[in-house]
Nanobody, 124 residues
Framework: QVQLAESGGGLVQPGGSLRLSCSVS????????MGWFRQAPGKDREFIAV????????VYGDRMKGRFAIFREGSDKTVFLQMNSPKPEDTAVYYC?????????????????WGQGTQVTVSS
């Protein structure tokens, strides 16, 4: 059974940087589009970015481009989310997701695979 697992979360100071990764186990998702979402306490889940299966195209959510960067690396096309100059309001649980429909990933609907999430806390 294919599973996604996020890693790299933790405590980061405002203005620092943090890189999250999403690994795949139990199979491969090389032909899937991969995305990142986040959910802060008491708030709705928010779309951050999606990268297509080949890594050649990305789409970012509102206010996300420039502060986050999504990319894929390696033969297994591991997906990363680079956070630059995070702010306290970026504190949330961050999730990766995978689906064959890039539209579903952007909308956050009917997504086939979700990770369990990793906590990111931005605080001095």
């Amino acid at each position: 059974q294919v599973q996604l697992a996020e890693s790299g979360g933790g405590l980061v100071q405002p203005g620092g940087s943090l890189r999250l990764s999403c690994s795949v186990s139990g199979g491969t998702l090389n032909d899937y589009h991969m995305g990142w979402f986040r959910q802060a306490p008491g708030k709705d889940r928010e779309f951050i970015a999606v990268i297509n299966w080949s890594g050649s195209s990305t789409v970012y959510g509102d206010r996300m481009k420039g502060r986050f960067a999504i990319f894929r690396e390696g033969s297994d096309k591991t997906v990363f989310l680079q956070m630059n100059s995070p702010k306290p309001e970026d504190t949330a649980v961050y999730y990766c997701a995978a689906d064959k429909s890039i539209g579903d990933v952007i909308r956050g609907t009917a997504i086939e695979y979700w990770g369990q999430g990793t906590q990111v806390t931005v605080s001095s």
